[in-house]
């Protein structure tokens, strides 16, 4: 029996450690990029990075309406050759930024960001239908809270220390990371299938068609149109704070070291791993999925605090970011697997997490480049810190109303159906 259990541990380690590194490393060709500045550079009355930063995340928003049905129909034998794949291409796509003038190579910042978009679908699928897929998914979400800020430190550095150009500093990055993810990835295929425990316990992970999609939103249209919402706002302020952190920061302070941006990324990790890590005690799925709603509400009341706590000058700069960061990150996380996950159990549906997931970030993409495109032509004159502000207080709102009607939507489908009597002698 011991060995048994040291057998599982094991396994579920492995797959954490291995998971955590492939998207570790993912973000080494995705994010370097964000922390240069590009200053004076501007083309269509448009600043360059913005330029760049739109460009990969429409590659991205792309990749995820095209992961819809990609990833949910993914067959377990092809997955590695397509991270790979995937992986070479964007790559490459950072040489072409290298080599050719702006703004011509704008289009492959686009093509970086088209490939990127499938590998959380294709690492996911490894460790879902687990009964040990929430930690390992919280690890693997830990990744990209860490990543965003090591990525954006390295690129720094080798800019400052080694003279790297602001246009080749992101394939330099990428080729720091490729062989790593080469060995997690290969280390990634090899671990156990789910067992017949974890499948008793999660329910069976399979491909779903055309038509199973279609009927699964049907089922579940309100709550998941509230979560769309939901996620499109976080995701939102996710990505303006991970892009632009370095403007902010530079609008707070006139020195910033590039150890900030780990810096503040390690405390926010540590904090949502050891919140999110109870659930994993919680056996009974239904009440693990109710619960996760008291958690977004938890989150995204410290994002509301924090803020107003850091206007009023009653909050320093630092704790305010890991703070603010905090609850959206406890937020967000959820929403990139372990939430699906916990509802897929809970409701008994034959499926996958993958197509819930790239159904919903599809969306948040698209409110991204908007809101991009927003800060540029509706508010030019309003510095990044102030946009980032405000932008906490509006997404507060958005997310505490649409986390209510989700949350009483679905304990309205949770409840047990009445039984309905008929007596035989009055049917037709």
Known sequence: MADLINKKTQVTLQAAFFAFGVYFCMYGFRKPFTVASFEGISYFGVDYKLLIIIAQVIGYFISKFMGIRFISELKPEKRMFYLFLFIGIAELALLGFALVPPPY???????????????????????????TTEIIGLFLCSSFVVSSGFMKSTGKYLMDHFGVSEFWMPFVSGLIFIIPLFIFGFLLERIPKPTQEDIKLKSKRQPLNRIERRRLLQRFLIPIICITFLY??????????????????????????????????IPIAIMVLIILSFMVKVKDNKKAFKLYHYILLLGISVVGISTYLFTASLLSP???????????????????????????????ING????????VDSFGYLGSVLILLYKNFGSPQVSWLNFYIGLNYS??????????????????????????????????
Request: aromatic share 18%.
């Open 105 to 131: 190579n704008i289009i492959f910042m686009f093509l970086n960001g088209l490939p990127l978009g499938m590998i959380w679908g294709i690492v996911f699928s490894y460790i879902e239908g687990r009964k």
């Open 318 to 348: 630092f704790a305010w970011m890991v703070l603010s960061g905090f609850g959206m990150y406890i937020c967000y996380i959820p929403f990139n697997g372990i939430y699906f996950d916990r509802m897929i159990a809970a409701f008994e």
């Open 232 to 265: 499109v706002s976080l995701t939102i302020l996710r990505d303006f704070r991970d892009n632009f952190s370095r403007e902010i920061w530079d609008s707070i302070s006139s020195k910033t070291d590039s150890s900030i941006f780990t810096l503040t990324e």
């Open 395 to 428: 997404i507060v709102i958005i997310v505490l109303v649409a986390l209510i009607i989700a949350f009483l939507a679905f304990k309205k489908k949770l409840k047990p159906q009445p039984y309905i009597h008929l007596d035989p002698s009055k049917i037709i």
């Open 352 to 359: 996958n997490v993958g197509f819930l997931i790239y159904f």
